[in-house]
């Protein structure tokens, strides 16, 4: 493996700007998509993939960046790398875009996908049904533990470890998918990028360090959930700092006297 390693992760700056295709574009006429952009795509397919299956034909563009969590000025921005696909007046028509977008985001071709770890996270992967729903197929499911060798996980019969090589030669994986406990993720990393894997989705909780030419996506449920905590935090601090009030039956019916973080000012 090379020793000119990459970390990704929050300390790693601001990834850079991304070439994404364009169906029926000429691709070196292809504007550079921001990643942000990239990632607001695969949410709009999602939501537009939901209205798909309740038969809707077509959607506004204030409806789609609602439904999105976005604004509207944004999703028109972000539609705009394919092109245009919307009609004044009429909206956007969901089977066409979904279709876009698949192809945009390269669904359309099918994904061949690897998962290493055959843990408790590894079983809840493997049997979730999301991921062919969206293109990409469990190929294969890994562990190094003997015990779990052979064992059907989600349809999926787990193969040992030292296998991985042969597997992702035969079948072209496209993705690896690590699952494992922190102390082993980098080992792992380690042998998909020697096997040929150049995107690699992390559930460990530990930053993995790849050559360049890998692409590594990180997702830290503990980390989101202290994101969460300090957004609960502010908004606390901010009642009190606002000067909340609350009702104080000893100043007087209806009275409402100020909080603070040792609860209602007392007045003498």
């Given at each position: 493996m090379s020793q000119h390693h990459q970390a990704r992760g929050a300390l790693?700056?601001?990834?850079?700007?991304?070439?994404?295709?364009?169906?029926?574009?000429?691709?070196?006429?292809?504007?550079?998509?921001p990643e942000a952009t990239v990632v607001r795509l695969a949410v709009y397919l999602r939501v537009l993939c939901a209205l798909a299956e309740?038969?809707?034909?077509?959607?506004?563009?204030?409806?789609?960046?609602?439904?999105?969590?976005?604004?509207?000025?944004?999703?028109?921005?972000?539609?705009?790398?394919?092109?245009?696909?919307?009609?004044?007046?009429?909206?956007?028509?969901?089977?066409?875009?979904?279709?876009?977008?698949?192809?945009?985001?390269?669904?359309?071709?099918?994904?061949?996908v690897v998962l290493v770890g055959a843990g408790n996270l590894g079983h809840a992967l493997a049997g979730y049904d999301g991921f062919s729903r969206r293109g990409f197929a469990l190929a294969a499911l890994f562990d190094k533990d003997h015990a779990l060798v052979g064992e059907q996980v989600g349809g999926t019969a787990v193969r040992h470890l030292d296998e991985l090589d042969a597997v992702c030669a035969e079948?072209?994986?496209?993705?690896?998918?690590v699952a494992t406990p922190a102390e082993a993720a980098q080992d792992v990393c380690d042998r998909l990028v020697a096997a040929g894997v150049r995107c690699i989705l992390n559930f460990a909780p530990v930053v993995l360090q790849v050559p360049d030419g890998v692409d590594v996506r990180k997702v830290d449920l503990a980390v989101e959930m202290q994101v969460l905590s300090f957004?609960?935090?502010?908004?606390?601090?901010?009642?009190?700092?606002d000067g909340a009030h609350e009702l104080d039956p000893a100043a007087g019916p209806g009275v409402r006297v100020p909080v603070t973080e040792n609860g209602p000012v007392v007045v003498p």
């Open positions: 790693a700056g601001p990834r850079p700007v991304v070439p994404v295709p364009v169906p029926g574009v000429d691709p070196t006429a292809t504007r550079a998509v309740a038969g809707t034909p077509t959607v506004s563009s204030e409806e789609l960046a609602t439904a999105s969590g976005v604004g509207s000025a944004k999703l028109r921005k972000d539609l705009s790398f394919l092109g245009s696909n919307g009609t004044r007046g009429v909206g956007y028509d969901v089977p066409r875009l979904v279709a876009r977008l698949e192809a945009t985001l390269g669904l359309d071709r099918g994904h061949q079948l072209d994986i496209a993705i690896g998918v957004h609960m935090a502010r908004r606390a601090a901010e009642t009190i700092g």
